[in-house]
């Protein structure tokens, strides 16, 4: 939970060190808009692709430098992220989004969403923080915080 927020501390602080706001003045709404779609279209893409996950795809997609603070707070770098959904032991048989929002700046994304799973590890309400950074014409997930939503 440290080392992503922290993450998303420092892109903000870049941001207002060097003028941006979240569209940023360097940014036109043009690239805005289309920066948010890519990002979008990518979480479809995600969605779409969960039962049978793709090693080589999931490489492409989590940075090297990736990191994950699941529910209980453990701690999961690329490989390890990888090697649960190929073999299985990281499945979700559903996944039902509630809220989506994006927010880009420049070459970095903020995306926060609350959604219903039931997977083989959790079951519930969960918001989850990724932060993607765009390289090589490509975004990238660089870090990802996942907390459950208390039942009222």
Same mark, same amino acid.
């Given at each position: 939970?440290?080392?992503?927020?922290?993450?998303?501390?420092?892109?903000?602080?870049?941001?207002?060190?060097?003028?941006?706001?979240?569209? $940023?003045? +360097?940014?036109?709404? $043009?690239?805005?808009?289309?920066?948010?779609? @890519?990002?979008?279209?990518?979480?479809?893409?995600?969605?779409?692709?969960?039962?049978?996950?793709?090693?080589? @795809?999931? @490489?492409?997609?989590?940075?090297? @430098?990736?990191?994950?603070?699941?529910?209980?707070?453990?701690?999961?770098?690329?490989?390890?992220?990888?090697?649960?959904?190929?073999?299985?032991?990281? +499945?979700?048989?559903?996944?039902?989004?509630?809220?989506?929002?994006?927010?880009?700046? $420049?070459?970095?994304?903020?995306?926060?969403?609350?959604?219903?799973?039931?997977? +083989?590890?959790?079951?519930?309400?969960?918001?989850?923080?990724?932060?993607?950074?765009?390289?090589?014409?490509?975004?990238?997930?660089?870090?990802?915080?996942?907390?459950?939503?208390?039942?009222?």
């Amino acid at each position: 939970m440290y080392r992503t927020g922290l993450a998303v501390l420092m892109v903000l602080r870049c941001s207002l060190l060097f003028g941006q706001s979240p569209s $940023g003045p +360097s940014v036109s709404k $043009g690239d805005q808009s289309r920066a948010e779609a @890519e990002v979008r279209r990518l979480f479809e893409d995600m969605a779409g692709n969960r039962s049978k996950p793709d090693a080589k @795809e999931l @490489e492409r997609l989590y940075a090297d @430098e990736f990191t994950a603070t699941n529910a209980s707070g453990q701690v999961l770098n690329k490989d390890a992220v990888i090697a649960a959904r190929v073999s299985g032991r990281l +499945s979700l048989q559903s996944s039902i989004l509630d809220e989506l929002t994006i927010r880009v700046y $420049g070459d970095v994304a903020v995306v926060k969403t609350s959604e219903h799973i039931e997977g +083989s590890t959790v079951s519930g309400r969960f918001r989850h923080l990724r932060v993607l950074v765009k390289r090589d014409g490509r975004w990238q997930l660089v870090a990802t915080q996942m907390t459950r939503i208390a039942e009222q």
